[in-house]
């Protein structure tokens, strides 16, 4: 690592040059501080940076160096973290104004586990309020910028991780994934995001949306980047009762550089109608440049898929509307003033705190669980997702992974997603992989003729994040982006 540190440099370079003693972690967190400094202002990725607490984890790795005490996996690697994963001591609003200036007492398990690796918490951000939203366009603070356009939006709902990392302003981020919310964004800002199986990282410290949907998963600029950062955050937590008590494996051990043998399913509902033709066109690319080395193509049909947008708007705004319950103007965040009484606390509260958008959601997810309407909507929603695992589980037996598009067109411009629909239907090709609580990794595979960039999206068996990972790494080599940057920040 040179005398200036690279923000581009791998998690590993980092690592390695700060345990080495090539480079001091106060030097590199000051770098990207500086970036921050200097770009942020105008991408709006960050909604907090946490300028003083990652400068003093950053001189405590420095005195463990100095002292040869022996350092974590990660230490020294500035990390930003969604603005719903809870951190003791420094503001988290999960993107709403009904949290704006709640200090959690306590860290969330993926960010314990993140800074017993030796990680520094950078700072939170921006993100759609609550996880609701594909373009960060519903932030209840800022819009995030795409680094690669910055007329155009970064996806969401983690869409300022994603830009950080995109743009250099972080080693690396966290996000969460509830329908697409990290692979989406990784897409359309050109970086690498994974949704882990449901239950591989624990859930205990994020701030809900859709219980039976979340997932905790990492955002980076190479596959080797994510993998590293899974195996920190992955591990069975008993505080969360969905957690899986099974080993963690080292998955940056899986990326061979081999998928010989591999059998790659390409799901023809993936591939239909609506899809972008420059998407279509660098898709057929990948799974090429995969038949080349050694990976079987193979065509199959995932039938239920049309049906997951729907069951996905049933399902989850149900658990939003039980889930977000909690914010009465009481226990914290936001309380209305002069409320004559509880139920005008409760009224004046959640109608200044909710944005639109949530309050959509709420009401949609309300009105499914009403008597004499669960059975026609919530009940019905989950026998459908019944059937869309069903299909996955069949598909297994002929095939490994699954190759789709990650989205069904690059990055659009703010504000032309006219109605609501128009934008749930962007989330199209990833909703069904939490429905059925699968793994999923976007990875990039080339440029649209404008610039911006596209994603390869992989699903895979529940816990099998290695091979993923490892025909990820493939695709990376093969049509990723390489060294190419993006041009607003380069």
Not at 96 to 112: E, H, M, N, Q
Not at 199 to 212: D, E, K, L, T
Not at 232 to 253: E, F, L, M
Not at 375 to 386: E, G, H, L, S
Request: net charge neutral; aromatic share 6%.
């Amino acid at each position: 690592m040179s005398s200036t540190p690279d923000p581009y440099a791998s998690v590993t370079a980092t690592a390695r040059a700060i345990a080495t003693g090539e480079a001091t972690a106060t030097r590199v967190v000051d770098a990207y501080l500086g970036r921050i400094r200097n770009l942020d202002r105008e991408l709006g990725a960050f909604l907090a940076v946490n300028a003083e607490g990652a400068r003093a984890g950053a001189a405590a790795v420095d005195r463990a160096r100095a002292a040869n005490e022996p350092l974590g996996p990660l230490a020294g690697v500035p990390i930003a973290l969604k603005d719903n994963l809870v951190t003791r001591g420094l503001a988290t609003t999960a993107g709403s104004k009904i949290l704006a200036g709640w200090i959690p007492p306590y860290d969330g398990d993926a960010v314990t586990r993140l800074r017993a690796a030796g990680a520094i918490v950078l700072g939170k951000t921006n993100m759609d309020e609550f996880g609701m939203g594909s373009s960060t366009e519903r932030s209840a603070y800022q819009k995030t910028r795409n680094p690669w356009d910055t007329s155009r939006v970064p996806g969401g709902s983690s869409g300022g991780s994603a830009a950080a990392v995109a743009a250099g302003l972080c080693a690396a981020s966290l996000g969460t994934d509830t329908g697409g919310s990290i692979r989406q964004p990784a897409a359309m800002c050109g970086v690498v995001g994974m949704k882990p199986t449901y239950g591989r990282v624990s859930r205990y410290g994020v701030v809900a949306y859709a219980s039976s949907l979340d997932q905790v998963g990492p955002l980076a600029r190479s596959v080797e980047d994510a993998a590293l950062l899974l195996s920190a955050i992955a591990g069975h937590d008993p505080r969360d009762a969905t957690s899986i008590a099974a080993p963690v494996d080292a998955y940056a051990a899986a990326l061979t550089g081999e998928v010989a043998g591999l059998r790659v399913g390409l799901p023809r509902e993936y591939y239909g109608e609506g899809l972008d033709a420059e998407i279509r066109a660098a898709l057929a690319r990948t799974a090429e440049a995969l038949r080349e080395r050694g990976a079987e193509i193979v065509d199959v049909s995932l039938p239920h898929t049309a049906h997951a947008l729907p069951a996905y708007y049933v399902i989850a705004p149900a658990e939003a509307s039980s889930n977000l319950a909690r914010y009465d103007g009481i226990r914290y965040g936001t309380r209305a003033p002069d409320a004559p009484d509880l139920l005008a606390l409760y009224s004046k509260t959640r109608g200044a705190g909710f944005g639109p958008e949530v309050k959509r959601r709420i009401m949609l997810g309300t009105y499914a669980l009403r008597a004499g309407y669960y059975d026609a909507y919530y009940k019905k929603a989950q026998q459908v997702r019944a059937c869309i695992s069903r299909d996955f589980a069949d598909a297994w037996a002929t095939v490994d992974v699954l190759l789709t598009p990650t989205t069904p067109a690059p990055a659009f411009r703010f504000g032309a997603k006219a109605t609501p629909v128009d934008m749930y239907l962007g989330d199209i090709y990833t909703l069904a992989c939490n429905l059925a609580g699968l793994p999923g990794l976007s990875v990039p595979c080339g440029l649209t003729a404008g610039g911006l960039p596209i994603g390869a999206q992989l699903l895979g068996r529940p816990l099998d994040e290695a091979t993923l990972l490892r025909a990820g790494g493939v695709i990376e080599a093969a049509v990723g982006l390489g060294a190419q940057r993006p041009r607003a920040v380069s």
